[in-house]
Nanobody, 128 residues
Framework: VQLQASGGGLVQAGGFWRLSCAASGRTFSTYHMGWFRQSPGKEREFVTAITWSGGSTYYADSVKGRFTISRDNAKNTVYLQMNSLKPEDTAVYYC??????????????????????WGQGTLVTVSS
């Protein structure tokens, strides 16, 4: 599967923004999907994940209550709605797909090596 993240841009602190990740291939609906982010000089960190059905989600503590992940399997797209943005949310955001056998416990899949396919990343800059 190929992933294409889009929607990055410049937003003021306190504002909201939405990212999209479009996937190719007919197996998208069988993959758990995740969003990660990476700031300069930092390791790639987990943001959120969603099961193949969209029935379960999991969030990093740093974004819980502010970010929402969702998916539309008919459109082969996963979304990241980001509200109450903070300057520390500034990063390149990556979408990822897990192609291996998976359980519904998304807490197991919070490291980059748990995912098999990656998009190219899209930059979100939050100004103070």
């Amino acid at each position: 599967v190929q992933l294409q993240a889009s929607g990055g841009g410049l937003v003021q602190a306190g504002g909201f923004w939405r990212l999209s990740c479009a996937a190719s291939g007919r197996t998208f609906s069988t993959y758990h999907m995740g969003w990660f982010r990476q700031s300069p000089g930092k390791e790639r960190e987990f943001v959120t994940a969603i099961t193949w059905s969209g029935g379960s989600t999991y969030y990093a503590d740093s974004v819980k209550g502010r970010f929402t992940i969702s998916r539309d399997n008919a459109k082969n797209t996963v979304y990241l709605q980001m509200n109450s943005l903070k300057p520390e949310d500034t990063a390149v955001y990556y979408c990822a797909a897990r192609g291996r056998a998976s359980s519904s416990g998304l807490f197991r899949y919070t490291t980059p090596n748990a995912y098999d396919y990656w998009g190219q990343g899209t930059l979100v800059t939050v100004s103070s």
